[in-house]
């Protein structure tokens, strides 16, 4: 088994070995981007999403707005990025400390790592639920983000079943697309001020999960 700083050093010489193959010119193009984001990122905290401006953004990142559109042509394709970035980082967490079972408390892991992440931003977090809903996917790509995700938890849900936990004829991928939608909801009413803390978003994501979940459950298991 690998040790933390083990994998670490090895997270460390992928990157630099990655970094070297690169030519001067992508790794420039590399800097620019994260720079751009950062600046991004830094205004929509601070000044929120609506009153941030792609001139400013370009400001901030010490480039001309012209070069900013060779990155991304509208604020929803930063937002986007940013949102991929801080999502992955949120839910690649997540799975490395993933609980065994059961599916409940494994669902809740994801959410809650997801949650706490928002929580240490708000400001941003609220940008990412009002407007991701909306942007156009042929573009941004949210489609295939929210897929994979998908795909993952359906195969916790599909574990589950095999575990004997779920009954063996519940559709994976659409369970997985209905706890999210549960998620969402919670989250939205979170950063909208009608659940007034993390805590108690977090404690109502986990009753509305448990009663999906509770109709589906193998009667073999019983309420275990």
């Not at 919670?186 to 999960?209: D, F, I, Y």
Request: aromatic content about 6%; hydrophobic content about 40%.
């Amino acid at each position: 088994m690998k040790t933390a700083a083990a994998s670490a050093n090895h997270t460390v010489h992928t990157e630099s070995s990655e970094a070297g193959s690169l030519s001067r010119r992508e790794r420039s193009k590399r800097a620019k981007l994260e720079r751009i984001k950062r600046a991004a990122r830094g205004l929509f905290v601070r000044k929120g999403f609506d009153g941030t401006t792609t001139r400013e953004i370009a400001e901030a990142a010490d480039i001309g707005v012209g070069t900013l559109f060779l990155y991304a042509v509208t604020k929803e394709d930063l937002l986007v990025l940013i949102f991929r970035e801080e999502f992955g980082l949120a839910v690649e967490a997540a799975y490395e400390s993933m609980p065994p079972h059961p599916i409940l408390e494994q669902i809740m892991h994801i959410f809650d790592a997801v949650i706490s992440h928002h929580n240490g931003n708000r400001n941003l977090a609220r940008a990412f639920v009002k407007e991701l809903p909306f942007v156009d996917d042929g573009r941004h790509g949210i489609a295939e983000l929210m897929s994979n995700l998908f795909g993952r938890m359906a195969s916790l849900i599909d574990d589950a079943k095999h575990r004997g936990e779920l009954k063996r004829n519940v559709p994976s991928t659409l369970l997985a697309r209905n706890l999210f939608a549960l998620y969402f909801h919670q989250v939205q009413n979170w950063l909208g001020g009608t659940t007034p803390t993390m805590k108690l978003c977090q404690a109502h994501l986990r009753e509305s999960l448990e009663l999906q979940l509770s109709g589906l459950r193998n009667p073999a298991r019983g309420n275990r």
